[in-house]
């Protein structure tokens, strides 16, 4: 947490960019009730589901945890360049596996959407609020590459940009040097990459140094939010069990959320590189990362590792909190 001139504890101010799949949701619920943090805005874009069901999956996880307090800005529908690619098979038909937030849901009202894009949002923030605004992006990075676009200095405006995507040594969940969220818009990548707007990047190298089972989940509150949680993550073990031979699955967005900002001194190996991102129209190759020896980019720090005990003990707490909070 942070703290103000006189020593007191302030929370971080936080724009999320989220594609909200299942690890996204658990991410978004932590967030949203860790008192460390400051949700100011959470921005949608297509990735794992089409934008439709992003906004709707943000708006109800929001005010199942009381707080539809928290202005959603609906962005990007599709990548920059590309046609949108969206994994039902891993997440569900509409991002929450088992779990289906469809329905008429009148007091989904009450939650702030804005009239204005993501893009425009997040340009916004950063010049109101220079260097203070820390933005976490779990999906595919098309708004924030197109707030770059569009002329927004996220480099020097924002307080710091974290991105969970990419792939270092280890082998991608997509192709086989490629990971989702860079797949899915190699272009926003590589123009981020290329203007310096990611500060830390955490890559499959890290979030895959660990697995959450059902059973893990089996010590969280018998809450109503609890059996959602619970009827989405099965779908994502099953998914994992079949793709990947593993009794588990990886939660990517929740671990970085704690590692980055929650749980720092969780982060057990880090690297610093320069970076580009392949744009090529070979589907094998577009969407990998690779050093670059470019004298005009920026590096990145590249989260390598995680003390893996240590961060399943942090989130499976956090988690129990955000299911218990109140309207849950």
């Not at 302030?10 to 009730?33: E, F, H, Q």
Request: charge should be negative; hydrophobic fraction near 40%; charged fraction near 20%.
């Amino acid at each position: 947490m942070d703290a103000d001139p006189a020593g007191q504890p302030v929370p971080r101010p936080l724009i999320m960019d989220v594609d909200t799949g299942i690890d996204d949701m658990i991410a978004l619920l932590i967030a949203a009730t860790s008192p460390e943090l400051n949700l100011r805005g959470v921005t949608c874009v297509a990735g794992n589901v089409e934008i439709h069901h992003v906004a709707r999956n943000t708006g109800k996880l929001l005010r199942m945890v009381g707080r539809g307090d928290v202005p959603v800005s609906i962005g990007a529908a599709r990548p920059l360049q590309r046609r949108l690619r969206t994994a039902p098979d891993t997440h569900g038909p509409t991002g929450t596996g088992f779990v289906e937030l469809r329905g008429e849901d009148r007091q989904l009202g009450t939650t702030e959407y804005t009239a204005i894009p993501a893009s425009r949002y997040l340009a916004a923030h950063v010049s109101r609020h220079p260097r203070e605004m820390t933005i976490l992006a779990l999906g595919p990075l098309t708004n924030l590459a197109a707030s770059v676009q569009h002329g927004t200095d996220l480099a020097n405006g924002a307080r710091e940009v974290i991105w969970m995507g990419g792939t270092l040594e280890q082998r991608g969940n997509t192709t086989e040097t490629g990971e989702w969220n860079a797949c899915v818009d190699p272009e926003a990548v590589e123009i981020c990459l290329k203007a310096g707007a990611i500060d830390r990047i955490f890559p499959l190298d890290a979030t895959q140094d660990l697995t959450f089972t059902m059973e893990d989940l089996g010590g969280l509150p018998d809450t109503h939010l609890t059996g959602l949680v619970r009827d989405a993550v099965r779908f994502y073990v099953r998914f994992h069990q079949q793709a990947d031979g593993i009794d588990g699955a990886y939660l990517h967005d929740p671990t970085v959320l704690i590692g980055a900002l929650l749980r720092p001194d969780l982060v057990t190996e880090s690297v610093t590189e320069t970076l580009a991102c392949d744009t090529s129209s070979d589907p094998y190759l577009a969407g990998s990362l690779y050093r670059s020896d470019a004298t005009d980019r920026l590096s990145v720090s590249v989260a390598t590792a995680f003390d893996a005990e240590g961060m399943k003990a942090e989130l499976l707490a956090r988690l129990a909190r955000a299911v218990s909070a109140p309207n849950s």
